[in-house]
């Protein structure tokens, strides 16, 4: 089992839809936590990046982690065919360099 | 806003020779990560570098070996390659001695071995 579980999609939503992804991990040394944004072919791009539980938001993005329950959420609103991608959740324990990432849930925004 | 510079962008190989991957961190970034993501996949962490000195070791082959100069740029260097070996590999940069662990990421390079 993978300590970073990620439902990989596809998801398709019509424009303008609010956007729910999730992942759920098991190591609860997991202290650092982002989001990234992955088109076809090209390097991860950072979204978000947040170390607590809480709500953190930035423009249509807002991420979410609950450390109780071991569950961290990206919400997208009012999501545009240009958001279409795949969406990484990825955490670093802490003390230690490497993120973990989730397998990634591809988007599909249609017109 | 400067970002991560990696090179070359595209390379192709053949089983059993070398290759070299360089990467370019984010000025003033003091912290460079190396990541395998192979078909389909999630990123898979290699090694990273602080100040020039290795700080973490992933899943990284012993074939592979990689290093961090004075001007904070990386060489990933990859021997006797396999055709497992191909991959994109993405190096990342971050500004740790600032606290901060957010990690940013270059283009990549993709490797194939034939």
């Known amino acids: 089992q993978k300590e970073v579980e990620q439902d990989p999609g596809p998801l398709s939503v019509p424009e303008g839809a609010i956007v729910s992804l999730n992942c759920t991990y098991s190591?609860?040394?997991?202290?650092?936590f982002m989001w990234y944004r992955q088109y076809s072919r090209k390097g991860p791009e950072l979204l978000m990046y947040?170390?607590?539980?809480g709500n953190k938001e930035d423009g249509r993005f807002t991420a979410q982690v609950d450390k109780s329950s071991k569950y961290i959420s990206l919400f997208i609103r009012d999501s545009q065919p240009s958001d279409s991608a795949t969406y990484l959740c990825?955490?670093?324990?802490?003390?230690?360099?490497?993120?973990?990432f989730g397998t990634g849930t591809r988007l599909q925004v249609f017109p | 806003a400067a970002g991560v510079i990696q090179s070359p962008r595209h390379l192709i190989k053949e089983k059993r020779e070398t290759a070299t991957l360089k990467c370019y961190p984010i000025?003033?970034?003091?912290?460079v990560y190396w990541y395998q993501q192979g078909p389909g996949q999630d990123p898979q962490f290699l090694i990273s570098?602080?100040?020039?000195?290795?700080?973490d070791k992933g899943s990284i082959p012993d074939r592979f070996s990689a290093q961090q100069f004075s001007d904070y740029h990386s060489e990933l260097n990859m021997s006797s390659l396999e055709l497992g070996d191909s991959a994109l590999y993405f190096c990342?940069?971050?500004?740790?001695?600032?606290?901060?662990?957010?990690?940013?990421f270059g283009p990549g390079t993709r490797l194939t071995v034939t």
């Open positions: 000025p003033r970034h003091d912290t």
């Open positions: 190591n609860s040394a997991f202290q650092y």
């Open positions: 990342a940069s971050s500004l740790v001695r600032g606290g901060s662990y957010e990690q940013y």
């Open positions: 990825a955490m670093t324990p802490y003390n230690t360099d490497k993120l973990i």
């Open positions: 570098f602080y100040e020039k000195m290795q700080s």
């Open positions: 947040t170390y607590s539980s």
